[in-house]
């Protein structure tokens, strides 16, 4: 009787694990009407501690070449209910705001990537799971890895 608990013990955590493997978005709901649901599946690292991945988020737009533009806005970390999961979601997208440069009004209009202003937003390097970014359709998510040296420095005492 033990044994045979035993084995469907076992048979269970073994169709649990496949079941992960074959659908690892499954806690991850689809994407709302009117956003779009992205996803990113990072290699394995020996030290993941050592690493982050900054999200970027903006859009493809014509502005001069003389100014610098960034849109309003923020991610956000958003816990997946029932599974301790978290996803990051940008709710929408801000008015684009740029320096004040004088451009030469004659000067062609250049395609540029601008991105959300303020601080790089850094998550956690994790290969175990995917990182899935929702956004409101037409922007465009990019990302970037960090990583820290294996050297460290001490700091003097005064």
């Known amino acids: 009787m033990k044994h045979s608990a035993i084995v469907t013990l076992l048979a269970f955590i073994a169709s649990l694990l496949s079941l992960k493997a074959s ?11 009117g956003m779009v649901r992205h996803v990113l599946r990072l290699p394995k690292k020996d030290d993941e501690a050592a690493f982050k991945i900054e999200l970027i988020a903006g859009k493809t737009v014509m502005v ?6 960034f849109f309003g806005g923020k991610i956000e970390d958003q816990n997946i209910e029932g599974w301790g999961y978290v996803c990051y979601r940008i709710s929408e997208l801000g008015p684009m705001a740029g320096t004040l440069m004088a451009a030469d009004p004659a000067a062609p209009k250049e395609d540029r990537f601008v991105a959300l202003g303020g601080e790089p937003y850094l998550v956690r390097y994790n290969s175990r799971l995917p990182l899935v970014v929702y956004v409101p359709e037409g922007v465009i998510v990019r990302y970037r890895v960090w990583s ?3 050297e460290t420095m001490a700091i003097d005492a005064e």
Do not use: V
Not at 64 to 69: I, K, L
């Open 23 to 33: 659908d690892e978005l499954a806690a991850f709901p689809a994407a709302e009407k």
């Open 64 to 69: 001069d070449a003389a100014n610098r533009y």
């Open 148 to 150: 820290a040296s294996p």
